[in-house]
């Protein structure tokens, strides 16, 4: 158990971030808050996935002493992974995307309805 | 408290946990991920690309077709938000605030007359927040300039310290957003007009693709640097090197110019008169 616990404690700690981005996305009435909790549920992702390429005993993805008289071979255990990385760039990339059209969409909700809270939206689609 | 929400939180959580039984043990050098393609990137970067930086080297180089259609996907976010927001009927008739710029007096002048925009004793100031704090001014006078040399410096030095296109878009942005909050919107839009930004974010993916274009079109693949070898005079190798940069450069037109189309049009609902 403790072992498992060692050796996996990174994956828990960010699911539990995951979970938490989620249940504001779900839970909260206001519609900022639930742009808040998808920020942290991406968030959650990117650090997930940057954690799976970190290797013991390894340094950034920067190679050392690349140019010189200094230069040799490169192994890949002493550089981390840096595939993980790259496509977090990505995904960081399309978290303010969506993040910018979610805020631009609720100044339209607020504009119509006048109110951001989910149950006073619903009312006024109701009463419609 | 919500609890159906809970209880689905939870279960989705339980059932993630019991699926990282089957995950290799944190930091193992041996994990499938860090095994198959990722140690030929490691390996053969300096001597293939000539650049350091190996996330630079894979993504501008080896996985340089996403990265393109990533700029695509910011550059449409800054389209988006333009369509959804940007309005050019005035709103309803309000009064504005105009503010004495030597004593400091705000007087308010009533709907449908208006003062002189370039007055030299008076200025418009936000009904919101009407920034005329010295310090704030001053600071962000002085700091703007070398917050850009600060992002130019990032994106320059992409292929040997942790940077990059992306990273120096940003903060190329964020310097122009901060002349914003510090002045008010009307001064941000008069450094770096509307037109100006829209121009840059869709010339910021023109380069990226053109640059690709380039390759195909002397006789190569799409995206690959080393046709630009003849064409710059040096070998394959350092075309490459120099493929990346040009790359990062229309990238980071391309993200600088989309966050501030994004600020632009959240920040003042589309109106562009009165920021936050």
């Keep these: 158990m403790i072992s498992t616990l060692i050796a996996k404690y990174n994956y828990w700690i960010y699911i539990t971030l995951m979970m938490v981005g989620m249940y504001a996305m779900i839970a909260k009435n206001n519609l900022v808050k639930k742009i808040i909790g998808m920020n942290v549920f991406q968030t959650a992702i990117i650090l997930f996935f940057v954690s799976i390429g970190a290797k013991q005993d390894a340094t950034i993805p920067v190679l050392e002493h690349s140019h010189g008289p200094e230069a040799h071979t490169v192994r890949a255990l002493d550089y981390i992974n840096p595939l993980p990385h790259v496509l977090m760039l990505t995904a960081i990339v399309v978290a303010v995307a969506t993040l910018g059209v979610a805020l631009a969409l609720a100044v339209k909700v607020f504009n119509r309805y006048h109110t951001l809270e989910e149950d006073e939206i619903l009312t006024q689609i109701r009463e419609e | 408290m919500k609890w159906a929400a809970l209880m689905v939180v939870l279960s989705t959580g339980g059932l993630l946990i019991f699926a990282t039984d089957d995950f290799p043990p944190w930091r193992d050098p041996h994990s499938p991920a860090s095994e198959h393609v990722s140690p030929r990137y490691i390996e053969k970067s300096m001597e293939e690309t000539g650049v350091p930086n190996l996330v630079t080297a894979v993504l501008a180089d080896y996985r340089g077709y996403d990265t393109l259609f990533e700029t695509a996907v910011i550059f449409t976010a800054g389209i988006a938000c333009f369509l959804l927001l940007r309005t050019y009927r005035e709103k309803e008739k309000e009064s504005r605030l105009y503010r004495h ?95 100006i930004s829209g121009l840059l974010s869709a010339s910021g993916v023109l380069v990226y693709a053109g640059i690709g274009t380039v390759c195909v079109l002397l006789g ?35 993200v600088m110019a989309t966050m501030i189309v994004i600020y632009g049009n959240v920040a003042s609902a589309g109106y562009y008169d009165e920021g936050l």
Aim: glycine share 10%.
């Design chain 2, 101 to 195: 710029v030597h004593t400091g007096l705000i007087v308010e002048v009533e709907a449908g007359s208006r003062m002189r925009e370039a007055s030299e004793h008076f200025e418009r100031a936000d009904r919101l927040w009407a920034p005329d704090d010295l310090i704030i001014r001053t600071a962000c006078r002085i700091l703007i300039p070398f917050i850009q040399l600060f992002g130019l410096q990032v994106l320059a030095n992409g292929h040997h310290t942790p940077g990059g296109g992306f990273q120096g878009g940003v903060i190329l942005g964020a310097s122009l957003i901060l002349l914003a909050l510090s002045r008010d919107l009307r001064t941000a839009t008069r450094m770096m007009p509307e037109r």
């Design chain 2, 220 to 254: 190569h693949s799409f995206l690959d640097y080393a046709a630009l070898a003849p064409i710059l005079f040096v070998d394959p190798v350092q075309a490459r090197n120099l493929g990346i940069l040009g790359v990062e450069i229309g990238v980071a037109m391309a």
